[in-house]
């Protein structure tokens, strides 16, 4: 039986309107946070935290599996398993080209998991 992870309803970041109110003004429902926790779990990982923040960092927009796997040193079948992960999350997307697999930011979730987390400082 395979894991079926929810599909994210995702708000149009380009009609003007806040995606998710900040978790420090209201809390936020079991379904949102059902739904956004596997991003949050798939970030939590040391290794996926780097991998995220080369691909979303790439100057092209996208980045190869090829020069991905250098910079760590574990095995490509590992980093296959933490792109995947990323995947699944919905906070990447992939494109395989010939031999190779080109990955890319999903801005959107991005974008929401930080409008999530966005605290105001308080004035004073």
């Known amino acids: 039986?395979?894991?079926?992870?929810?599909?994210?309803?995702?708000?149009?970041?380009?009609a003007g309107q806040p995606c998710c109110a900040p978790i420090s003004e209201q809390r936020i429902p079991a379904e949102t946070a059902a739904l956004l926790a596997p991003?949050?779990?798939?970030?939590?990982?040391?290794?996926?935290?780097q991998l995220m923040s080369m691909i979303a960092s790439a100057p092209d927009g996208e980045i190869c599996v090829c020069d991905?796997?250098?910079a760590?040193?574990?095995?490509g079948p590992t980093i296959s398993h933490h792109l995947k992960t990323l995947r699944e999350?919905?906070?990447?997307?992939?494109e395989r080209r010939?031999?190779?697999?080109?990955?890319?930011?999903r801005p959107?979730?991005?974008a929401q998991l930080a409008s999530l987390l966005a605290v105001q400082a308080p004035v004073g």
């Open 98 to 105: 010939g031999t190779w697999v080109y990955y890319r930011p």
């Open 68 to 70: 991905l796997t250098p």
């Open 89 to 94: 999350a919905g906070l990447v997307d992939a």
């Open 108 to 110: 959107a979730l991005i």
């Open 39 to 49: 991003a949050f779990k798939a970030l939590g990982d040391p290794v996926r935290l």
């Open 1 to 14: 039986m395979s894991k079926q992870t929810p599909e994210l309803n995702l708000v149009d970041l380009n």
């Open 72 to 75: 760590f040193d574990l095995t």
